[in-house]
C-alpha cells in the first residue's frame, strides 16, 4: 500500500464564498464607520482594561505557502481560509520555527529560535525543559484558561516536557508525533491518560481522529466562553500518510488517488476553521477574540505526494526540510474584527518566536526574559494602540539539524543553516561549507547564488550564524510509547 486510504461515507461539503472583493469593501467600510465612532483601541493602556482578548492560534501541519486560496492556490477550495484573511491581515513574509514539525513547535511555544531552542531536530520524543517558559505559561499567569488540541511532539506523557506540565490547562490529541502520522489510532491521550478509540481496535477504522480533535477544541470553546481563553487548535491535517473518509470534493478529478487526498484533506482542514469561526459568532465571541492561522513547515513530497502536484510552495525554492524559502516561509492570517484592519497585506519579515512576546502584549503581561521574539503588535494594530513603533529583526537565524535515530544522537556534519538580513538570505548546507546568498528582494525563488557579488554581506551573515547560536543540548531519546 502506498499510504492513500479512501474510506466511504461522510462527504465532505464544501461551501464556497460568495464574492469575496464585495465582502471585502462592505467590511472595510464599517470598519472605518467604527474608527469615527471611535470603537476601536485608542490607547495601548484600553486592552487591558477591558475583557483580555481570547487567543487562537491554528497550526496547520505541512501545509505549504501556496496551499491555500489567498496565497494562489487555485485547485483546492478553501473558502473559510479566504474569507479569514479577507477579514484580517495576510502576511507575506512569515515564517515557521523550523523546517519540520518538533524544532518550528519549540519556537513558537518558547520564543527562541533553533539556535537556542531546546529541540532542534525532529527525534520525536526531545522534550521541553522545565526552565523554559511557554505561552501557555504566559497567558496561565495572565488569567487565561489554557488548551491545546491536536498534534503536540514536544514530551510523551510522564515527560518533563508534557503539555500539562507546560501550561496547558488541557489537552487532548497525540502527545508523539509518530503516533499523529495515523489518523485512525487506538488511543489518543487527554492530559497525560490514554483516551480509547474502540471503534479503530482489531483493524476497525471507524473514527477519525482529525474530526475528533476538531470537535474537542470546538467544546473547549463552548466551556470557557465567560472567561479568557488561548485555544493553540495544532491540527494534524493535512500531514502524510493520506487517509481521509472520503475524497469529495475531489472524487472526479483526473489526479492520482493520493493527491485527490491530500486536497480534501486541505479542504477539510478549511471546514474546521469555518466551524470555529461560526462558533465564535454564535457564541458573541467573534469580536474579542483574535485569530492566527499559519502552518508548521514548508508542503513535503513523499507517501506518493508530490509537493509539486498543487505548487504547494508557490513559486519558491525547496520544501519541508529545506531550509529554502519552501521549506519556512509559510502562510500566516491574522484576523479580529474592528481592530485589524480587514483585506490587509503586510510584507512584514516575522517568525514563530515572536508569538509569545505579541500575545503577553495582547494579554497585559511581561514578556520572559532572554527570548529571540519581538512584539508584531504594532503591524497588528497599529502603533498608537501599541504604544510604539514596530520593531525589526535586525537578522532572523534558523539551524536543522538531522538525528540519527539507530546512535540517539545528532549526525554528525549534517547542520544546516539559514540566516536573512532584511532582504539578504544566506544558506549554508553543510557546517563550514561556503555561504549561498540571495536577494530576496529581487529573487525570491533563490536562483541566483551571488555570493560572489557580496563578500560584505557574507561576512556579516557568517558572524550572525556563529553569534545567533549556543551548542544544542544532548539529544538522547530514551524510551517511548505511541502506539501500542
Given at each position: 500500500?502506498?499510504g492513500?486510504?479512501?474510506?466511504?461515507?461522510?462527504?465532505?461539503k464544501v461551501?464556497?464564498?460568495?464574492?469575496?472583493?464585495?465582502i471585502?469593501?462592505?467590511?472595510?467600510?464599517?470598519?472605518?464607520?467604527?474608527l469615527?465612532?471611535g470603537?476601536?483601541?485608542?490607547?495601548?493602556?484600553s486592552a487591558v482594561?477591558k475583557?483580555?482578548?481570547?487567543?487562537?492560534f491554528?497550526?496547520a501541519?505541512?501545509l505549504?505557502?501556496?496551499?491555500?486560496?489567498?496565497?494562489g492556490?487555485?485547485?483546492?477550495k478553501t473558502?473559510?481560509?479566504?474569507?479569514l484573511?479577507?477579514?484580517?491581515?495576510?502576511?507575506?513574509?512569515a515564517?515557521?520555527g523550523?523546517?519540520v514539525?518538533a524544532p518550528?513547535r519549540?519556537?513558537?511555544?518558547?520564543?527562541?529560535?533553533?539556535?537556542?531552542a531546546?529541540?532542534r531536530?525532529n527525534a520525536?520524543?526531545?522534550?521541553?525543559?522545565?526552565?523554559?517558559?511557554?505561552?501557555?505559561?504566559?497567558?496561565?499567569?495572565?488569567?487565561?484558561r489554557t488548551?491545546?488540541?491536536?498534534?503536540?511532539?514536544?514530551?510523551?506523557?510522564?515527560?518533563?516536557?508534557?503539555?500539562?506540565?507546560?501550561?496547558?490547562?488541557?489537552?487532548?490529541?497525540?502527545?508523539?508525533?509518530?503516533?499523529?502520522h495515523?489518523?485512525?489510532?487506538?488511543?489518543?491521550?487527554?492530559?497525560?491518560?490514554?483516551?480509547?478509540?474502540?471503534k479503530?481496535?482489531?483493524g476497525?477504522?471507524?473514527?477519525y481522529?482529525a474530526?475528533?480533535?476538531?470537535?474537542q477544541?470546538?467544546?473547549?470553546?463552548r466551556?470557557?466562553?465567560?472567561?479568557?481563553?488561548?485555544?493553540?487548535?495544532?491540527?494534524?491535517?493535512?500531514?502524510?500518510?493520506?487517509?481521509?473518509p472520503?475524497?469529495?470534493?475531489?472524487t472526479?478529478?483526473?489526479?492520482?488517488?493520493?493527491?485527490?487526498?491530500?486536497?480534501?484533506?486541505?479542504t477539510?482542514?478549511?471546514?474546521?476553521?469555518?466551524?470555529?469561526?461560526?462558533?465564535l459568532?454564535?457564541?458573541?465571541l467573534?469580536?474579542?477574540?483574535i485569530?492566527f492561522?499559519?502552518?508548521d513547515?514548508?508542503?513535503?513530497?513523499?507517501?506518493?505526494?508530490?509537493?509539486?502536484?498543487?505548487?504547494?510552495?508557490?513559486?519558491?525554492?525547496?520544501?519541508?526540510g529545506?531550509?529554502?524559502e519552501?521549506?519556512?516561509r509559510?502562510p500566516?492570517?491574522?484576523?479580529?474584527?474592528?481592530k485589524?484592519?480587514p483585506?490587509?497585506?503586510?510584507d512584514?519579515?516575522?517568525?514563530?518566536?515572536?508569538?509569545?512576546?505579541?500575545?503577553?502584549?495582547?494579554s497585559?503581561?511581561?514578556?520572559p526574559?532572554?527570548?529571540d521574539?519581538?512584539?508584531?503588535l504594532?503591524?497588528?494594530l497599529?502603533?498608537?494602540?501599541?504604544?510604539?513603533e514596530?520593531?525589526?529583526?535586525?537578522?532572523?537565524?534558523?539551524?536543522?539539524?538531522?538525528?540519527?535515530?539507530?546512535?540517539?544522537?545528532l549526525?554528525?556534519n549534517?547542520?544546516?543553516?539559514?540566516?536573512?538580513?532584511?532582504d539578504w538570505?544566506?544558506?549554508?548546507?553543510k557546517?563550514?561549507?561556503?555561504?549561498e546568498?540571495y536577494?530576496?528582494?529581487?529573487?525570491?525563488?533563490?536562483?541566483m547564488?551571488?555570493?560572489t557579488?557580496h563578500?560584505?554581506?557574507v561576512?556579516?551573515?557568517e558572524?550572525?550564524?556563529?553569534?545567533a547560536?549556543?551548542?544544542?543540548?544532548?539529544?538522547n531519546?530514551?524510551?517511548?510509547?505511541?502506539?501500542?
Amino acid at each position: 500500500m502506498d499510504g492513500s486510504r479512501l474510506r466511504p461515507g461522510c462527504a465532505l461539503k464544501v461551501v464556497i464564498g460568495k464574492q469575496v472583493k464585495t465582502i471585502l469593501e462592505s467590511i472595510k467600510a464599517l470598519f472605518i464607520v467604527a474608527l469615527l465612532l471611535g470603537l476601536v483601541f485608542n490607547s495601548p493602556a484600553s486592552a487591558v482594561q477591558k475583557r483580555k482578548p481570547n487567543i487562537i492560534f491554528i497550526l496547520a501541519d505541512d501545509l505549504g505557502y501556496g496551499d491555500v486560496g489567498p496565497y494562489g492556490q487555485k485547485q483546492i477550495k478553501t473558502p473559510n481560509i479566504d474569507r479569514l484573511a479577507a477579514e484580517g491581515t495576510r502576511f507575506t513574509q512569515a515564517y515557521a520555527g523550523g523546517t519540520v514539525c518538533a524544532p518550528s513547535r519549540s519556537a513558537l511555544m518558547t520564543g527562541l529560535h533553533t539556535g537556542h531552542a531546546p529541540v532542534r531536530a525532529n527525534a520525536g520524543t526531545i522534550p521541553l525543559r522545565p526552565e523554559d517558559t511557554t505561552v501557555a505559561e504566559v497567558l496561565h499567569q495572565a488569567g487565561y484558561r489554557t488548551g491545546g488540541f491536536g498534534k503536540w511532539g514536544l514530551g510523551d506523557a510522564g515527560s518533563l516536557g508534557a503539555p500539562n506540565k507546560q501550561g496547558f490547562d488541557e489537552f487532548f490529541g497525540y502527545l508523539h508525533q509518530i503516533h499523529a502520522h495515523s489518523y485512525y489510532p487506538e488511543f489518543l491521550w487527554k492530559n497525560e491518560e490514554k483516551y480509547s478509540l474502540p471503534k479503530n481496535q482489531n483493524g476497525k477504522e471507524e473514527q477519525y481522529s482529525a474530526d475528533l480533535i476538531a470537535e474537542q477544541a470546538l467544546q473547549f470553546i463552548r466551556n470557557h466562553k465567560d472567561e479568557p481563553f488561548f485555544l493553540y487548535a495544532a491540527f494534524a491535517l493535512p500531514h502524510g500518510k493520506f487517509e481521509i473518509p472520503s475524497d469529495e470534493p475531489y472524487t472526479n478529478m483526473n489526479w492520482p488517488q493520493t493527491e485527490k487526498n491530500f486536497a480534501a484533506m486541505v479542504t477539510r482542514l478549511d471546514t474546521q476553521v469555518g466551524a470555529i469561526m461560526r462558533l465564535l459568532k454564535e457564541l458573541r465571541l467573534d469580536d474579542s477574540t483574535i485569530v492566527f492561522f499559519t502552518s508548521d513547515n514548508g508542503g513535503p513530497s513523499g507517501s506518493n505526494h508530490k509537493a509539486g502536484f498543487f505548487r504547494s510552495n508557490g513559486s519558491l525554492r525547496g520544501e519541508k526540510g529545506d531550509l529554502y524559502e519552501g521549506g519556512i516561509r509559510v502562510p500566516m492570517i491574522v484576523r479580529w474584527p474592528w481592530k485589524i484592519m480587514p483585506g490587509k497585506v503586510s510584507d512584514l519579515p516575522w517568525a514563530f518566536w515572536d508569538f509569545v512576546p505579541t500575545v503577553a502584549a495582547l494579554s497585559g503581561t511581561k514578556t520572559p526574559p532572554n527570548i529571540d521574539g519581538i512584539s508584531v503588535l504594532p503591524t497588528l494594530l497599529g502603533a498608537k494602540v501599541a504604544g510604539h513603533e514596530q520593531q525589526q529583526h535586525q537578522f532572523l537565524y534558523w539551524e536543522h539539524h538531522l538525528f540519527d535515530r539507530k546512535m540517539s544522537t545528532l549526525r554528525e556534519n549534517a547542520m544546516i543553516q539559514a540566516v536573512r538580513m532584511g532582504d539578504w538570505k544566506g544558506v549554508r548546507l553543510k557546517p563550514n561549507s561556503p555561504l549561498e546568498l540571495y536577494d530576496l528582494k529581487n529573487d525570491h525563488g533563490e536562483t541566483m547564488n551571488i555570493a560572489t557579488k557580496h563578500p560584505e554581506i557574507v561576512f556579516k551573515l557568517e558572524a550572525y550564524m556563529k553569534t545567533a547560536r549556543t551548542e544544542p543540548r544532548p539529544h538522547n531519546t530514551g524510551s517511548f510509547e505511541y502506539a501500542h
